[in-house]
Nanobody, 125 residues
Framework: QVQLVESGGGLVQAGGSLRLSCAAS????????MGWFRQVPGTEREFVAA????????LYADSVKGRFTISRDNAENTVYLQMNGLKPEDTAVYYC??????????????????WGQGTQVTVSS
């Protein structure tokens, strides 16, 4: 089992920045690739970014490329999502997920084995 706890969400004006954190516990953190997804009520969970176990490979949704940066600190068992240039359309609940490394970098939520409880990000115009 892997337990994930997100933090860092909040209310920010358009153009502002937030840094989300996801703290993991339970199993060897570096054995898992990590992803960030977001979800608006009534819609499917949307891929945002993913990172390999070592941190040397990343993947981004086109909608956030150039604005968001995913990173991880395996010594601290934490994955981060730095969000700059926030837009109102970035408003959602943000979730981190963990996927076993043998599955590789994944954009599809169904592949992920564990999820956190989510953190709300609201961007005002």
């Amino acid at each position: 089992q892997v337990q994930l706890v997100e933090s860092g969400g909040g209310l920010v004006q358009a153009g502002g920045s937030l840094r989300l954190s996801c703290a993991a516990s339970g199993r060897t953190f570096s054995d898992y690739y990590m992803g960030w997804f977001r979800q608006v009520p009534g819609t499917e969970r949307e891929f945002v970014a993913a990172i390999s176990g070592s941190g040397d490979s990343t993947l981004y949704a086109d909608s956030v490329k150039g604005r968001f940066t995913i990173s991880r600190d395996n010594a601290e068992n934490t994955v981060y999502l730095q969000m700059n240039g926030l837009k109102p359309e970035d408003t959602a609940v943000y979730y981190c997920g963990a996927v076993a490394s043998w599955r590789g970098l994944r954009k599809t939520a169904a592949f992920y084995d564990y999820w956190g409880q989510g953190t709300q990000v609201t961007v005002s115009s």
